[in-house]
């Protein structure tokens, strides 16, 4: 059983485009969130929610635009990519408290051509 | 603000050598401490973890102790193993959102 996925793994597009990425957490955790990964394994947060509400907005672009229809799912809509945007995306989840560890998806590679 | 230093990477190692990978942090309070690994083409997972001052977290044979003194949480490992290779993430969860600040991120290749 996969505790957190992600849909797709791998996403191709041009630049101008927009694209979606979905992921779903089978934890019963009540915080979800995004990561992005550059080349050198940097890992930024993008976003937070806890039980469908936004808690944490970093500094990104408002073309990124996530989504939480309910606890367990938490997907991010990116409009007129860009190259830049290219990256490897993480969704993970945990419980709101200050001693759990996250649980990660496998990532979605997106690349920007 | 609140941070954490590890040391640079690659670090490239023989099989059976003891591996450190040094780990600082600065926090504004009291945070939890975390080892993360990546290996290729995965997602992180957590290694281990410890959530106050004194406190040892191990689990595979590696270890790390949260140390409020010098503010460090270095990962120690007896005898690595090929299959150690991986990309290593040190971190810091505090209160207020409990936003998780990662490292970032050590390169461990082992050699047979």
């Known amino acids: 059983d996969t505790a957190v996925s992600q849909t797709p793994k791998y996403l191709v597009t041009q630049m101008g485009n927009d694209k979606s990425i979905k992921c779903e957490q089978n934890l019963g955790h009540d915080t979800m969130y995004w990561y992005k990964q550059d080349s050198k394994k940097f890992l930024k947060i993008m976003f937070s929610?806890?039980?469908?509400?936004?808690?944490i907005n970093e500094t990104v672009p408002n073309r990124f635009s996530p989504k939480s229809p309910d606890k367990a799912h938490l997907n991010l809509h990116i409009n007129s990519l860009e190259l830049g945007d290219s990256a490897v995306y993480f969704c993970a989840s945990s419980q709101e408290s200050l001693n759990y560890g996250y649980t990660f998806g496998s990532g979605t590679r997106l690349t920007v051509v | 603000g609140n941070s954490v230093t590890q040391m640079e990477g690659p670090v490239t190692l023989s099989e059976e050598a003891f591996l450190t990978i040094n780990c600082t942090y600065t926090?504004?309070?009291?945070?939890?401490l975390f080892w993360y690994v990546q290996y290729p083409g995965e997602g992180l997972q957590l290694l281990l973890k410890a959530t106050k001052a004194d406190d040892k977290g191990s689990n595979k044979g590696f270890e790390a102790t949260y140390r409020k003194e010098t503010t460090s949480f270095h990962l120690e490992k007896g005898s690595v193993q090929v299959s150690d290779s991986a990309v290593y993430f040190c971190a810091l969860r505090m209160g207020g959102g409990f936003k998780t600040i990662f490292g970032a991120g050590t390169r461990l290749f082992v050699k047979a």
């Open positions: 926090a504004t309070g009291y945070p939890s």
């Open positions: 929610y806890n039980n469908k509400e936004l808690i």
